[in-house]
Each structure stands twice: as C-alpha cells, then as structure tokens.
C-alpha cells in the first residue's frame, strides 16, 4: 500500500492517543488516519473509538435514513466517522431495495417509526430509469417528454408524499450520466439522445424540488464526474453484490453526504480565521517586504490570488472573516491596505489579530470579540505547526488541512463542508461588512492606548552605530535594497560611502534595533551633509522589518540632536517620490517639517532647530 | 506468517467490533453475528484495499474464516 510508514505512523498515534484518552490528540490524528488511509476498518475504528464530546463542543445527534436502490451500506461508516470528526452522531437506518415507493406511501412502515432527522434517497440511473440507462435514446421529442415525465413524476410523487407527512430534510441524488452514450458519438448528433434525455430529467428534478422546503437535489452525476466515472464503478461489486461505488470512491461518496449533512446539523463555522505570509501571499512580508512577497496574477503570485479568490466566496455565503499572523502589525497593514495586487483588504475583516501572541489565544479572543462559540471557527494556516498546535489545544476549531502544495490551497478551501450553506439571507451576505464597520469604529477609539501598549511590549532599544569596516558592506546595501521607507532612494556602493565618511562635511550613521524577539541588525541608514548653517539630510531609510514602530521618529530626533551639536539652525531633506516609497511621504509632514519647494522630483522639507525639537519616542531605549 | 494472522485479526476486530483478544485463527463468520453476508462484503472490500489486490467473487465468498483469509493473503500478496 502506498504511504504505508506514513500510515503506520498516523494509526499508531491515533491508537497511543485512544490509549492515553487525550480526546484532542484522538481527534488530531483520526483526520490524518483517515485521510492517509481512507479503508472501511479506519472508518469502523473511528467510529468504534473516537468520543464525540469535546470540552466546548456537545455532540449534535441525527437520524438519517437511506432509501436506496443500491447496496450503500458499505460508506455508511465513512460517513459515520466523518460526521463523528466534526462531532455528529449519526444514527443510519436503510430501507429495502428498490422499496422506497412503498416504505413512502405506507404510514405505518419502518421509515416513519424511525423518525428520521434526514432522509436520502440514493438511487442511479439504471434503477430509477432502466429506459434511458438502456436505450440508445433514438426517440422523437414527443416521446422524449412523455419519457422524461415518466421518471420525473414518480419521484416527485415521492418527493410530495414524503414532505407531507415528515418535516425531515430531504435529499435526493440526481441521474448520473454513462461512461460512455450506448449510441457513441451518434448520441450527440441526436436532439434528444441518452445524455440530453438524462439532463432533461435532472434539470426537471431540480426545478421541483426548489418548489418545497426543505428539498435539496444531490448532483450525484456531478459527484461521479468529478471522481471519474470510469473510477467511480466497480462493475463486478454491481453485479455480484449490487455495491455499484469502488472502494476507493466510497469516501467520496460520503463526503458528498456529509455536505448536507453538516448544515443540517447546525454543525458550521461562522468565521474563517487566516493566516497571512505564505497563505494570504507567497513569502514573509517581514523578510521579503512588500515588494518580494508573491502575489499576483503570475505564477506562483496566482496561486495565493486564487485562494484569496476562493475566501471571498465563503464570505459571500455569509461567513465572517478574521486574521491571525504572527507579524509587524504595520507590515502586515502596509501590504492589506495598499499592496496594488491583494483582492482582500482591511474591509473585509471582521477582526484582525496581527502579533506575536500565541495563535490559540488570538483565536479565543477574535471568538469572543465576535461573539460566536470556538467551535464556529475554521483556522486556515499553511504552517502545520500552527495547525497541530491548534488541533491540539482548541480541538473545537475545524482546522483546515492544506496540502502542501499552494496550487491546491483554493479548491481544499472550496471543498471544505463546514462553510456549507442550504439557505442564505441577505442579512448573511451583508454580516461581513456589519463587522468590519464595527470593528474600524472602535479601533480609532481605542488606537492611542493600544498602540502605544503595543510599542512599550516591543521592548525595543536603539543604537547608533558607526560606518566601519564591519558596518559598511550593510550600510552600503540598505541603500542598494530598502525601496520602501526611503526619502531619496539614492543608491550607494560601499566605496562611494567608504568615500563620504573621509569627508569631513558629511555625518554618516546606521541604526540597530533589539526587540524582545531578537536582534534585527542594522535596519536603518541616515546620511547628513552639514552645508553651512543647514542639515542635509541626503540620505533617509529604514528597513521594512520595522516600518510602524516609531523607529522613523527616533531617527528624527537623533538628527535634530547632531544638528544641534553641530550649532545648525535648521534640517532639510528631500522627499522623492517613486513608485515604492509611498510609506515615507507621511513622515517629514507628520514629524513638523514644512514644505518650502516643490518640483516634478520631489518636495523639499524644513524643519527649524531653534523651536521644539523632535523628542525620543519613551518606549524606545 | 504470525504478523499477516495479527494484522487479519485487527480487520476483523475494527470491521465487526469484536474484542481483538478473543479471535484465533479458527474464528469464523458464523461465531461473529456482524460478519452477515453484508458484513462480508465490507471484509472484501478492506481487504481489497489494505492489501492492494482484487478478489474474484466465487473466492470472496469463501473467505469465511480468519484461516482462510491469512492463507487466500499469503498466496495473492
């Protein structure tokens, strides 16, 4: 068998975490079993083993019965223990073959004494409609509808009695199509040939059942489709057991039941919570910047576009959004607010938790902010650190599990049954941005206080460094590298400063920053020409890793302090716009400098040395 | 092969939940109530599956014990 280590491995932490009774653990490592090893005796031991309670989740229990004109015993376990997985306890009753007319229409029979929560009528083309499934479909148009009328009315009689005589959910499979037409080619040379005639049946069964509540079609020809019709059949089961659906598609079969089977049991996540680096865009916006993360609509930048695609679609059926990533708030902002590539921005987001503040805790918080249980969250990360980390401690939230592979994150995403919807409000559709609205209004009330907490618990200390022999080949290289917070982008190579710092008129200076992370290094470079009584600043950047720190301001003030040693009366610098530098447009503005030029290159800033000067940010050592 | 007769027992034990540590070699689907003609087909099926082979029906139908199923595995695996 293939993988058969990696399927060792997943069963014997699942049994260890059965043995040990770490419900978490079980449930963590049931989905890997399952998913790796996706056998009917990993079904079975699932739903033989795996508890159904959780500390903040109680089981939801439902009855579906199967009426069904096949053998679909054999992905009732499945779909049993992947009900189970998302705590739901199914009890499944099956009528008779080919019995579901009768078992309807007789009141006293078994299907009503069970009182079942869901009925599913499972039944295929060559049972419901052995005319179609056999002919050629070489019929005129007037006997094409009585044909059709002939399948389609007997089901929707079911459909009818049914509905009025049990408030169960129904859900009835669609025909699925043939391998291949019995009449080839020819079939679709034909007006009403097999194939049409079969979709003429479906699109029939469709409309009725939109008629009545509570009444869902099942696109069973589309659940075939899409596995594979040559796949889905196992020929010899048909016909020696009359289990038309091979072993290996069993799953896939009950993983379409499971779609409906989630919503109607109020089983569904409510908020989709988001990482950011490496799932919302390729790359670590920390590392890369906003101009070397990938996002976009060219390879691999499209893959995160599609995923970006794919989560405004599960907002549009009324699931909030929220964010969780371990990151520079500012950063993080930078690239949501005003990277030119991202579908999602700031509005789409009912909460954002951008720190360094372990995940479990952020999701707890973003729960209560919006008030829903832990268990409507599903956490979309692509690190599967984070994910075990949250399997493990917030087991109520519906991790989804990425591949690893980024071209696969959109269609795993879509696939996912827990943003399952059957009805939609347009009270739904419009929650998200209820949220955002909300959420925008008490942050600029309580911004100041916060921000400022955040700065202080960035614990972060500055030095001055000089150029020097180990400093200059960094130096040189953040004026070659930072596009971002750079007033002049002036590019320099190591011996044109190495030059500068000989030159008595010129003042040339790094900046390190410590956080409570780690060291950054050298993440910031100022270079200052004293021209008489004037400061120059020629020279002004700041690595992206610390945009949105304050950083800028201690800089300022270092500055204001030189010139002020140095007997100046006042600062100047340029600010030369490009098509990266936006973030360092605000800077001279909101530090106090005036505009006193202007020209097709940029603006001129002044600020004054005589009256107050910049002062030291208070949470910068 | 002892490992093969262990790994037959823990697919019967799973698939018709019965305790692992009562099944010999001798059991058979008429000592267990689950292991029905239904049940056989859910055995046909995962052993299909766990050992990657096809099982023609008139063998199937013979794999009735947990002897016959170890020795039909040694011959097809």
């Given amino acids: 068998m293939k993988g058969s280590i990696e399927i060792s491995e997943a069963k014997a932490a699942y049994t260890k975490a059965v043995a040990d009774k770490n419900a978490a653990a079980m449930l963590a490592h049931a989905h890997t079993f399952l998913s790796l090893s996706p056998t009917l005796g990993t079904a079975q031991q699932i739903v033989n083993t795996l508890p159904l309670d959780l500390p903040d989740r109680a089981a939801v229990r439902r009855k579906v019965a199967f009426l069904r004109s096949y053998t679909v015993e054999p992905s009732i376990p499945f779909l049993r223990a992947l009900a189970r997985l998302h705590g739901v306890d199914l009890t499944v009753k099956v009528g008779d073959f080919n019995s579901y007319a009768q078992e309807v229409i007789d009141p006293a029979s078994w299907l009503y004494q069970f009182n079942p929560d869901i009925v599913i009528l499972a039944s295929q083309t060559r049972d419901v409609a052995p005319d179609l499934w056999y002919g050629s479909g070489d019929v005129s148009p007037e006997e094409a509808e009585s044909l059709v009328s002939s399948i389609v009315s007997p089901l929707v009689s079911i459909i009818d009695c049914l509905r009025s005589r049990t408030s169960a959910s129904l859900i009835i499979q669609n025909l699925e199509q043939p391998e291949i037409p019995n009449a080839g080619l020819l079939d679709s040379r034909r007006k009403t040939g097999q194939e049409e005639l079969i979709k003429m049946v479906n699109r029939r069964l469709s409309l009725a059942a939109l008629k009545y509540d509570g009444v869902y079609i099942l696109d069973y020809d589309a659940l075939v489709a899409r596995h594979g019709r040559e796949r889905w059949t196992d020929e010899r089961k048909w016909l020696t057991s009359r289990s038309p659906v091979a072993a290996n598609c069993l799953i896939f079969a009950a993983r379409e039941y499971l779609r409906f089977v989630l919503p109607l049991s109020g089983r569904l996540s409510k908020v989709l919570v988001v990482d950011l680096d490496n799932t919302l865009w390729g790359g670590i916006i920390g590392e890369d910047g906003p101009a070397g993360i990938k996002i976009g609509p060219e390879y691999p930048g499209a893959t995160y576009l599609s995923l970006q695609r794919a989560i405004l679609k599960i907002a549009d059926r009324g699931v909030l959004l929220a964010i969780c990533s371990k990151n520079n708030l500012a950063d993080a902002l930078e690239v949501l607010e005003n990277h030119p590539e991202m579908l999602l921005r700031p509005k789409h987001f009912a909460a954002i938790r951008i720190n360094w503040i372990d995940k479990a805790q952020n999701l707890r918080d973003i729960a209560a902010e919006l008030n829903v249980g832990i268990d409507s969250i599903a956490f979309l990360d692509d690190n599967p650190v984070e994910r075990q980390r949250i399997k493990l401690e917030l087991p109520e939230v519906s991790v989804i599990d990425l591949p690893a592979d980024p071209a696969g994150y959109a269609s795993t995403l879509l696939s996912s049954p827990v943003f399952e919807r059957l009805t939609i409000t347009a009270e739904d559709r419009a929650r998200g941005s209820y949220y955002s609205a909300q959420r925008e209004r008490k942050s600029s009330e309580s911004s100041a206080g916060s921000l400022e907490d955040f700065y202080r618990s960035l614990e972060m200390k500055s030095e001055i460094v000089a150029v020097t022999p180990t400093t200059l080949a960094r130096i040189a290289q953040l004026t070659q590298k930072t596009n971002q917070l750079n007033m002049t982008t002036k590019r320099y190579t190591e011996s044109e400063v190495q030059a500068m710092t000989r030159d008595p008129a010129w003042n040339l200076f790094g900046i390190k920053i410590v956080d409570k992370f780690g060291d950054n290094g050298i993440v910031g470079a100022v270079f200052l020409k004293v021209v008489g009584d004037t400061i120059d600043i020629d020279t002004f950047l700041l690595s992206c890793r610390v945009i949105g720190r304050t950083v800028e301001t201690m800089i300022l003030s270092r500055v204001c302090d030189i010139g002020v040693a140095a007997g100046c009366s006042k600062l100047i610098g340029w600010f030369l716009p490009t098509k990266k530098n936006e973030p360092a447009a605000k800077i001279y503005p909101d530090s106090g400098f005036s505009k006193i030029e202007e020209n097709e290159s940029g603006s001129l800033w002044q600020l004054s040395l005589r009256g107050e000067l910049i002062k030291k940010p208070e949470w910068i050592a | ?77």
Avoid: C, H, Y
């Fill in chain 2, 1 to 77: 092969m002892p490992q093969r007769l262990d790994r037959v027992k823990q697919i019967i034990s799973t698939l018709f939940n019965v305790d692992e540590g009562s099944l010999t070699s001798t059991s058979a689907a008429k000592d267990i109530p689950a292991w029905d003609s239904m049940g056989q087909l859910m055995l046909i099926l995962e052993l299909e599956q766990q050992f990657d082979i096809q099982i023609p029906p008139e063998r199937g139908e013979k794999l009735t014990s947990i002897s016959e199923i170890v020795d039909f595995v040694e011959e097809s695996v």
